[in-house]
């Protein structure tokens, strides 16, 4: 097998997944049907952001940039100023000659006491083989056999998924008064909400598409207040709901390729449901002042696929560069940053069979920029 081809068979491999639907549903019949599908919108589940993948995405808790609406919507409350957001990763494969490509662009804004942030992601994969299924009753073991798959091969064909996200939110500052003897505590509730609108293409054969909400809420509080001792951190609790109503997707599409096999066009339609999918998150930042640094701990778990569960961790030193790692469901990240004055650059690896994505992204801080 060449590299080439072994290239092409691992990247529909890795689009499998993304194409469940339309594969199956462009070799049948008519298709008019509704279920829950493991894999409907899977491109989904793909991480966004450079910092949270460093630290394993386990990002539910901590959630506080401009990725912040994937993890917990609540958690664009906590971007104090016009943020711009980009993103860039190569997904599987060679650095360059990926399988598949990921991008992610968003703006958040405070609103008056509240904040809106509008993003869009985008997953493709290119070069997947399309092949025209067997049509005829030839006996599989003559000759001719291995001559007849070989014409079976009818091109190629990509995947591409869109996904662009609306979010509000607004952080409820409060004080939890614990007696005239005692303290007030101040403690901080951001709560959020995601409109998404979800859009995927199989080439030229099929699409689906659909509307979504997703739901999030924190509880931060400083250990410090609480226990009057400044060496106390901060402690965060987040918890987020995907396609809270299960989001439907709307499948239609042609296959003309069926054609050559003499059974005509295909027309589909069917509609997918995206499981409803809950995250819990802890995050514990912990102030290091004897080396003028910071350090935080994160764990998250999600119930989807069965259950997942992430931890990471990240030292900051002086706000100004960061180092971080995580596990990712069982799988090693790497990661680190730089801030200088309205500008931050990050970078994140993750470890994996198929070839270990790197990715990079950045963030422009508009106050500090002066604007």
Do not use: C
Not at 82 to 92: A, P
Not at 288 to 294: A, E, H, K
Not at 351 to 359: F, N, T, W
């Amino acid at each position: 097998m060449t590299k080439q081809m072994h290239g092409r068979r691992t990247a529909s491999r890795v689009a499998a997944l993304m194409t469940a639907v339309g594969a199956v549903a462009l070799g049948a019949a008519p298709v008019r049907a509704q279920e829950t599908a493991r894999y409907a919108a899977d491109f989904l589940q793909i991480p966004v952001g450079v910092r949270a993948l460093g630290i394993g995405g386990s990002y539910a808790a901590m959630a506080d940039d401009g990725s912040a609406f994937y993890w917990n919507p609540a958690g664009v409350a906590l971007v104090p100023d016009l943020t711009l957001t980009g993103m860039y990763d190569s997904r599987f494969g060679s650095l360059n000659q990926p399988l598949g490509q990921y991008y992610h662009t968003g703006l958040t804004l405070p609103v008056r006491g509240a904040s809106l942030a509008i993003n869009w992601t985008r997953s493709g994969v290119s070069g997947l083989g399309l092949n025209q299924p067997f049509v005829n009753n030839a006996d599989r073991t003559s000759p001719s056999h291995e001559e007849e798959l070989d014409n079976l091969h009818q091109g190629e064909f990509g995947v591409t998924g869109n996904a662009f996200y609306v979010t509000f939110a607004k952080n409820i500052a409060s004080l939890v008064d614990f007696g005239w003897q005692l303290f007030k505590l101040p403690i901080d509730i951001p709560v959020g909400l995601n409109f998404k609108y979800i859009r995927e293409s199989y080439g030229s054969m099929a699409s689906a598409s659909g509307f979504g909400l997703d739901l999030g809420g924190m509880f931060r509080v400083r250990l410090s207040d609480l226990m009057t001792n400044p060496y106390y951190g901060n402690l965060s609790v987040g918890l987020a709901v995907r396609d809270l109503s299960k989001t439907n997707l709307a499948v239609s599409g042609e296959n003309s390729a069926l054609s050559r096999g003499g059974l005509g066009s295909v027309r589909v339609e069917a509609t997918e449901q995206v499981p409803r999918t809950f995250s819990f998150g802890l995050a514990y930042d912990q102030p290091l002042s004897f080396v003028d640094s910071r350090l935080a701990v994160t764990y998250d778990w999600q119930s989807r696929f069965g259950g997942e569960s992430s931890v990471g961790t990240e030292y900051r030193y002086r706000d100004l560069v960061a180092l971080r790692a995580g596990s990712y469901d069982g799988t090693l990240t790497l990661g680190a940053g730089l801030k200088v004055k309205f500008l931050t650059v990050d970078y994140a690896y993750m470890s994996h069979d198929l070839g270990s994505p790197h990715r990079v992204g950045a963030s422009i801080n508009f106050r500090k920029l002066g604007l």
